[in-house]
């Protein structure tokens, strides 16, 4: 499969209950997720033409600040990062694995 390497950058932020309504995950994602998304559906393409069922990914591609506990101040952190035009970093995709 052939593809090209791209920029992304993380410039938002996002947070979650856990299923187990213990745990809350603060992530950082790219406000544009298309390039990650259009990666991923070619990927699904090559596999699904190998005669593999692919479900398709719904979730947001993120990186994961935080894992912390529902008493973990997460209104002020969420605060901060609004305060602070929150950027976290940009990177090159320029490769990826595939175990399996």
């Known amino acids: ?5 791209f ?3 993380y ?3 996002g947070c979650n ?3 187990d309504n213990e745990t809350i995950y603060l992530h950082s994602m790219p406000a544009d ?3 990650y998304f259009d990666l991923a559906r070619r990927i699904e393409e090559v596999i699904e033409g190998t005669g593999a069922h692919v479900v398709e990914r719904e979730t947001l591609f993120h990186m994961t600040l935080a894992r912390v506990g529902v008493d973990y101040p ?3 952190v969420v605060e901060e ?3 602070d035009d929150l950027e976290v970093g940009s990177l090159e995709v320029d490769w990826f694995y595939i175990d399996g």
């Open 1 to 5: 499969m052939s593809w090209s390497s």
């Open 7 to 9: 920029d992304v950058s």
């Open 11 to 13: 410039d938002t932020f």
């Open 17 to 19: 209950l856990d299923h």
């Open 33 to 35: 997720q298309a390039l």
């Open 74 to 76: 997460v209104d002020d």
């Open 81 to 83: 990062f609004l305060e």
